[in-house]
């Protein structure tokens, strides 16, 4: 477990990352589409963040269990050969 003081400097490191991202965004990036989303600063920080959390609950509640073994698998492989 992590600590309370290394957890709040995480968020804040991440916070900041954000932050930055958002402001580096609105000062250089001109807007590339005719969609809403386009025209708004930091949609495309929030889009990406969004799909990488969906990415990862997808990755853990679907195809983790398909891809995960007994916690006996390996000892019923050598109860057979005995």
Not at 54 to 74: H, S, W
């Amino acid at each position: 477990m992590m600590k309370k003081e290394t957890k709040r400097k995480f968020y804040f490191i991440f916070l900041l990352v954000c932050a930055v991202s958002v402001v580096l965004e609105i000062l250089f990036a001109h807007p590339h589409g005719d969609a809403l989303w386009h025209r708004l600063p930091g949609a495309d920080l929030i889009i990406a963040f969004v799909s990488g959390f969906a990415f990862l609950l997808l990755k853990t509640k679907v195809i983790g269990p398909l891809l995960q073994r007994d916690e006996d698998y390996y000892d019923r492989e050598e109860k057979k050969d005995e």
